[in-house]
């Protein structure tokens, strides 16, 4: 987090208009966050909607406490949607067919996917994760967050975080093999 | 650089390569609308009214509020609003229905001024020795001598009769009057009822709201008198109510018949209600 960024936020908590900045700076990514794992716009706008707004009800609170602000504001997403699908006990979780199927022009994908070699390869490696281990690598690989911050939005250490990420890249590495 | 980065280069090679194909179908529309939004919230939490100026109207109208409710209490406390049964110096009227009396019609307690026929001359005599037995005072005095006035004995002036201030206390019972030997005997002598079915009741009366308490003295013709308006729970205290135990209603009216209650008792405790 860059000097600026902590300046902007210190500003945010005093004046919210400023979180319009913060807004424009973190929309995109969060966006994508969502998306992929709510595969209807619609939903995964409402959570971006709930996200953004709980961040600027909260940001007084937001402390640096070690992790980034987009880890924050991550964490209030991730929250947003494991609540959306507590809600919504008949919408479907975002198959893994169906999250790296999302290229072609259908209405409501907004995510997709180059269907190449690599992009086969990882589907199938998902097949055989567990969601837990799925998340981990979709955090640090696709949203490139650091370990800290992954372990503040998955309620873990930082310590627990790096075994779990040893044993899943450990694991995908050997399917990746016999591939 | 990071233990992966050596051992799972490839496959981490391989993660990038399809994030970097990931497509993404923004819709900028629903960014700015969102954006606008958040700033219009964002805005609202700057102009947000100091709490004074968001219960400004409640804390204004609060004690007017107060300050009718306590107006408004008072008024009622002071008989303002609300009419009393009756006023101080009132003749009131309490009739029974003596057909819910334990008593049939023959059996009936002689009081003073009221059956000339039975009574006479004598019977006055023991009118003004029940007054003076009942104590009550001026009004006693007065209403035994109206009563005795119906025998052709002197009329007393009801309205210049002094009138006791207070009659709070239960009355004892009081043997009643010697009958002729005419009448039969009394099962029960401990009432005091009066032919034409009046009933003679000291005690306390208020109305529903408890604003008005009025001090019935013993009288001993048709009419009592109200001695007093005070604030007492109303209580009527009366020796001749658990004889009367059977009775459900008493109207109580005054002369003009303008206030009217109806007092229901039941175990000994009498409720005055106004209508």
Redesign the interface.
């Known amino acids: 987090m860059t000097i600026e960024e902590k300046e902007i936020i210190e500003l945010a908590k005093e004046d919210p208009t400023k979180f319009g900045i913060l807004y424009e700076k973190y929309y995109d990514a969060i966006y994508r966050f969502v998306l992929r794992r709510v595969s209807v716009r619609e939903d995964a706008e409402e959570i971006v909607s709930q996200t953004f707004f709980a961040a600027l009800h909260n940001i007084k609170k937001f402390n640096w406490m070690g992790f980034s602000f987009s880890a924050w504001l991550y964490k209030i997403a991730y929250n947003n949607v494991i609540s959306f699908y507590r809600k919504n006990k008949d919408r479907k979780h975002v198959s893994i067919d169906e999250m790296f199927s999302l290229s072609d022009e259908k209405a409501d994908v907004m995510v997709g996917y180059e269907k190449t070699e690599a992009c086969d390869f990882v589907k199938d490696l998902f097949k055989d994760l567990s969601e837990e281990d799925r998340e981990i690598l979709r955090l640090k690989y696709f949203e490139d967050m650091s370990n800290i911050d992954i372990a503040n939005i998955l309620n873990i250490t930082p310590n627990a975080l790096g075994v779990k990420l040893y044993r899943v890249l450990k694991k995908s590495k050997g399917i990746m093999q016999n591939y | 650089m990071p233990?992966?980065e050596k051992?799972?280069s490839?496959?981490?090679a391989?993660?990038?390569?399809?994030?970097e194909?990931?497509?993404?179908?923004?819709?900028m529309g629903?960014?700015d609308r969102?954006?606008g939004?958040?700033?219009a919230?964002?805005?609202k939490?700057?102009n947000k009214p100091s709490f004074w100026e968001q219960w400004r109207i409640f804390l204004i109208a609060a004690p007017s509020v107060l300050g009718v409710a306590l107006i408004a209490f008072a008024l009622v406390r002071t008989d303002f609003l609300f009419k009393p049964v009756a006023l101080e110096g009132d003749k009131l009227e309490i009739n029974v229905d003596s057909s819910t009396l334990p008593f049939d019609e023959d059996s009936k307690v002689y009081m003073p001024g009221v059956d000339e026929d039975k009574l006479g001359i004598e019977s006055a005599e023991a009118l003004r020795e029940n007054a003076a037995l009942y104590g009550n005072g001026g009004s006693d005095a007065a209403t035994a001598k109206s009563g005795a006035n119906e025998n052709g004995l002197e009329s007393p002036d009801l309205a210049t009769t002094p009138v006791p201030k207070s009659v709070v206390t239960p009355r004892p019972i009081v043997s009643p009057v010697p009958l002729p030997t005419t009448t039969p005997a009394l099962p029960t002598p401990a009432i005091n009822i009066i032919p034409q079915d009046t009933l003679i009741m000291p005690g306390v009366y208020t109305n529903p709201v408890g604003a008005v308490i009025c001090n019935l003295s013993v009288i001993y013709d048709s009419s009592i008198l109200i001695d007093k308006k005070g604030d007492v729970k109303a209580k009527i205290v009366m020796p001749l109510l658990n004889t009367l135990k059977d009775v459900k209603k008493v109207t109580v009216s005054n002369v003009d018949g303008k206030y009217r209650t109806i007092i229901e008792w039941c175990n000994g405790e009498v409720e005055v209600k106004y209508y």
């Open positions: 233990f992966e051992e799972f490839e496959l981490i391989k993660f990038k390569q399809v994030r194909s990931e497509k993404i179908k923004t819709d629903f960014k969102l954006r939004e958040l700033m919230h964002a805005d939490i700057v």
